[in-house]
């Protein structure tokens, strides 16, 4: 065997060493780098999960407050209807006592306002009807007539009061409405 036999047997070999090297090297750090990829991934499903119970909790939290605050929601207007019904009960007993039929009426008619006042502090308000034109939104109409002394779907009479909430009708008056 020559020199530059040798020589080239040499430079295989160390060539051949070096990839091998560099084989195990890459598979060495391509493992680390999967190992870490893993682990990340691992954190983020756990992050995931922690958020999603998370959020179930605040959803199931939140439906108890909703259920709650509807549940207990005419709890300040039931208060002052008591207020009312301990007044109209006040007012039977000292009319039984006395026999004061004057007394009664005075005291239901104090009751009534103090009644009037209450829905009115909680936004409900009486629908107009006097000198009204009919409207289907606010009135019902459960009887018609034709009178000279009255314009075409004008309101002749209430039979029951309507009321509107803060805007909304809750229950529309009764009327009798003129049609000619």
Same mark, same amino acid.
């Given at each position: 065997?020559?020199?530059? %036999?040798?020589?080239?047997?040499? $430079?295989?070999?160390?060539?051949?060493? !070096?990839? =091998?090297?560099?084989?195990?090297?890459?598979? +060495?750090?391509? +493992?680390?780098?999967?190992?870490?990829? /893993?682990?990340? $991934?691992? %954190?983020?499903?756990? &992050?995931?999960?922690? /958020?999603?119970?998370?959020?179930?909790?605040? !959803? /199931?939290?939140?439906?108890?407050?909703?259920?709650?605050? /509807?549940?207990?929601?005419?709890?300040?207007?039931? =208060?002052?209807?008591?207020?009312?019904?301990?007044?109209? *009960?006040?007012?039977? !007993?000292?009319?039984?006592?006395?026999? %004061?039929?004057? &007394?009664?009426?005075?005291?239901? *008619?104090?009751?009534?306002?103090?009644?009037? &006042?209450?829905?009115?502090?909680?936004?409900?308000? @009486?629908?107009?009807?006097?000198?009204?034109?009919? %409207?289907?939104?606010?009135?019902?109409? =459960? @009887?018609?007539?034709? &009178?000279?002394?009255?314009?075409?779907?004008?309101?002749?009479? *209430?039979?029951?009061?309507?009321?509107?909430?803060?805007?909304?009708?809750?229950?529309?008056?009764?009327?009798?409405?003129?049609?000619?």
């Amino acid at each position: 065997m020559t020199d530059k %036999d040798i020589k080239e047997e040499i $430079v295989e070999e160390i060539t051949n060493d !070096t990839e =091998v090297k560099n084989e195990n090297i890459c598979e +060495q750090t391509s +493992q680390e780098e999967i190992e870490k990829l /893993k682990t990340e $991934v691992e %954190d983020w499903k756990n &992050s995931y999960l922690r /958020k999603q119970a998370e959020f179930q909790n605040f !959803t /199931k939290r939140k439906e108890k407050e909703f259920e709650d605050l /509807k549940a207990f929601a005419s709890e300040k207007i039931v =208060v002052k209807v008591l207020d009312i019904i301990d007044n109209l *009960e006040r007012a039977i !007993t000292a009319s039984a006592e006395t026999k %004061d039929f004057d &007394s009664l009426v005075k005291g239901v *008619e104090l009751t009534l306002s103090q009644m009037k &006042s209450t829905v009115t502090s909680e936004g409900v308000e @009486a629908i107009e009807t006097e000198n009204a034109t009919f %409207d289907p939104h606010l009135h019902m109409a =459960v @009887a018609v007539e034709d &009178s000279a002394d009255f314009a075409n779907d004008e309101i002749i009479a *209430e039979f029951q009061k309507g009321y509107k909430m803060k805007g909304k009708v809750i229950r529309p008056s009764m009327v009798k409405v003129c049609k000619k």
